[in-house]
């Protein structure tokens, strides 16, 4: 299994988590003639870094030619923009779709698939400008809408990816995908009872899959839902024997029931199974640093970056360690390691933030709240703290009304910092969609 199967939830189906990733189909593009239709493909598994489908197709509705009249034929150049997309030559897809687009204004077929390449690229605002004028010339196309909310997940903007999922779903019921990712949305969000219905109604289909019996549970678990709880991890108990992944995803079971020492025993028992197994030492790492063992915690979070250097969360960990042991300058090195390697950590940009106002480095910390606010407009952590900030640059007036919103914010609780203790959300979810 790959890396990105713990990282959702830090991956949950895919990445932050596991499920359906590293699909190359992904996002889906649209052909140039064909039924409209959407065909769910297979899916693997996130997540904490989390579930997709990775082999759909959407097909557009008559040919992506309009009534341009030219010498070129779009369709000709249509073709060939895909050959290029399905032989990775992103750059040259690029310029056909383009060029499609020029002889033909109206093909909503060309808008989809510049917004795949777009996709592929991690160039998200464009990837969803494009994928809206395909969404204007061509409504109610289920394809269309889940690529939009695909971007908006891809950004780890679970809560904007919430209305182009449900939409995808009321528009083809029967989607698979559509439904996985709806419901790993809502667990993103902390919308626990939306996330299990959305995703009870795919027992039949994956009660054999580790990782969507363990997002399903954890949901139920704190809808509440006893009777859904039991059922996911009564059969998570029964698909998982003698799979070393198992103990992981029943390790942090046992985290969610605040079983510290019970989830140890099983992180344990998955790294004596199978000692490379992705992600399995960063959880032994934040087991033993939640226990207070720093020199075993930073032993196992060391060996995890070691052999995943791309897997953030490692960094993170490591600087909130740093931190503890007071060791400011090291804990900066990796929070800063940690936010190069992934730009959407909110955590490492709020720690930075707390160590720069603690050095009186005020204009640096305010950089980095700037960051984390991007990231996390609704926390009352940030608000409070660039409160702080902003008071002692001698910024009164600003700072009252971070103070003001940070008061507001707390009454709803709607605090995204701190809110991942187990690694159930992936901030880059990349694994859930990757490709």
């Known amino acids: 299994m790959s890396r990105e199967s713990f990282l ?10 596991g499920g359906f990733a590293g699909g190359a189909d992904f996002p889906i593009s649209w052909s140039q003639m064909g039924v409209n239709r959407l065909r769910a493909g297979r899916q693997v598994c996130l997540l904490l870094l989390c579930c997709l489908t990775h082999g759909g197709r959407v097909a557009a509705q008559g040919s992506p030619v309009g009534t341009a009249v030219s010498r070129e034929s779009p369709a000709e150049v249509f073709r060939e923009g895909k050959r290029a997309l399905q032989s990775g030559d992103l750059e040259a897809a690029e310029r056909c779709f383009r060029r499609v687009i020029a002889l033909d204004p109206k093909s909503s077929a060309a808008y989809v698939n510049l917004g795949v390449v777009y996709m592929r690229q991690k160039r998200w605002d464009e990837a969803l400008a494009q994928l809206r004028k395909a969404e204007a010339l061509s409504p109610g196309q289920p394809g269309i809408s889940l690529n939009i909310g695909l971007a908006y997940y891809r950004e780890s903007d679970f809560t904007e990816a919430l209305a182009p999922f449900s939409e995808a779903l009321r528009l083809a019921p029967d989607s698979a995908q559509a439904r996985y990712l709806l419901g790993l949305c809502y667990f993103f969000t902390n919308r626990f009872k939306e996330a299990a219905e959305a995703l009870s109604p795919l ?4 009660s054999g899959n580790l990782n969507y019996l363990y997002v399903l549970g954890v ?16 059969r998570m108990i029964v698909v998982g024997q003698g799979n070393p992944e198992y103990h992981i995803y029943l390790g942090k079971a046992r985290l969610v029931q605040g079983d510290t020492d019970g989830a140890l025993a099983e992180f344990r028992a998955a790294a004596e199974a199978a ?12 087991t033993y640093l939640e226990l207070r063992a720093y020199p075993q915690a930073e032993a196992e979070l060391l060996r995890d970056a070691s052999l995943e250097p791309q897997v953030a969360y490692n960094y993170e960990e490591l600087g909130i360690l740093e931190v503890r042991l007071e060791h400011p300058e090291k804990a900066e090195r990796y929070f800063l390691q940690a936010i ?5 950590l909110v955590n490492s940009y709020f720690e930075l933030a707390k160590l720069y106002r603690l050095a009186a480095r005020y204009g640096e910390s305010l950089t980095m709240l700037d960051h984390a606010e991007a990231l996390a407009p609704q926390s009352a952590s940030v608000h409070y703290l660039r409160g702080q900030v902003l008071a002692k640059l001698g910024r009164a007036a600003e700072a009252k009304a971070e103070f003001a919103a940070s008061a507001k914010l707390l009454k709803s609780f709607n605090d995204r910092l701190q809110e991942d203790p187990l690694g159930e959300r992936s901030a880059d979810a990349e694994g859930a969609a990757q490709q």
């Not at 027992?203 to 994956?206: H, L, P």
């Not at 949901?219 to 009564?234: G, L, R, T, V």
């Not at 190069?340 to 959407?344: E, L, R």
């Open 8 to 17: 959702g939830v830090k991956n949950l189906w895919g990445s932050p988590g």
């Open 203 to 206: 027992w039949e289909k994956e």
């Open 219 to 234: 949901a139920a678990s704190k809808s509440p839902n006893p009777a859904m709880e039991k059922q996911a991890f009564d």
């Open 275 to 286: 000692p490379n197994l992705p992600m399995v030492h960063y959880f032994l790492g934040r």
């Open 340 to 344: 190069q390697t992934n730009g959407t």
